[in-house]
């Protein structure tokens, strides 16, 4: 079993919608929480980074982490077609040298 | 602008042949880190660096080499030990090893390298 579970997709869905991106992982250390955008033949860019558990609120982008249940997820709201990319989830434990990253979810906005 | 050079953005090997891909930050960051993405398999830590003249084994570091001779610049050699080099390569800097808010890792946008 992974560290980190993350749907591959693809996942494609009208422009308007809200999108839930999310992920499992089996580390309960795990404390810190990112989730990365990765346009095509690009490097991954940082989008939300939150600590512990708890929602974290960014424009349209919601980041949410569930430590009970160890499960995370990323709600994009009124999507855009400029939204469609990989999404990867990344996390850490206090402290750490690197993170774990799930797999990444392919995601495309139809308009 | 302060960023992550990766050169160059496509390469081209013969299978036997060692190639070295450039990785320079302008960042001022301590710590760089070089991944491995393949399809459906996320980011795989090849090897990361603290400090100049210092660097240690990621997750796959096997048929891979390093140095860190400038705090600016980390290149990566795939060596012909390693049995399956075609993949898309990210280097990555922070500003230091211990995962923190202030200290998230930035990347630069790969070299695609194809072994034939």
């Known amino acids: 079993q992974k560290e980190v579970e993350q749907d591959p997709g693809p996942l494609s869905v009208p422009e308007g919608a809200i999108v839930s991106l999310n992920c499992t992982y089996s580390n309960s250390a795990f404390q810190y929480f990112m989730w990365y955008r990765q346009y095509s033949r690009k490097g991954p860019e940082l989008l939300m980074y939150?600590?512990?558990?708890g929602n974290k609120e960014d424009g349209r982008f919601t980041a949410q982490v569930d430590k009970s249940s160890k499960y995370i997820s990323l709600f994009i709201r009124d999507s855009q077609p400029s939204d469609s990319a990989t999404y990867l989830c990344a996390m850490a434990w206090r402290g750490a040298q690197k993170l774990v990253f799930g797999q990444g979810t392919r995601l495309t906005i139809n308009p | 602008d302060g960023g992550i050079t990766q050169s160059p953005k496509y390469l081209f090997r013969k299978e036997g042949q060692n190639v070295t891909l450039s990785c320079e930050q302008n960042?001022?960051?301590?710590?760089m880190y070089w991944y491995r993405q393949d399809p459906g398999q996320g980011l795989r830590l090849i090897y990361y660096s603290q400090i100049v003249n210092d660097f240690q084994k990621g997750d796959i570091a096997e048929g891979y080499s390093v140095s860190r001779e400038k705090k600016e610049s980390f290149p990566l050699t795939v060596t012909s030990a390693q049995k399956n080099p075609t993949a898309f390569y990210l280097c990555a800097s922070s500003i230091d090893l211990q995962t923190s808010y202030n200290s998230p890792l930035h990347f630069g946008n790969g070299t695609r390298l194809t072994v034939t």
């Open positions: 960042l001022n960051h301590d710590a």
């Open positions: 939150t600590y512990s558990s």
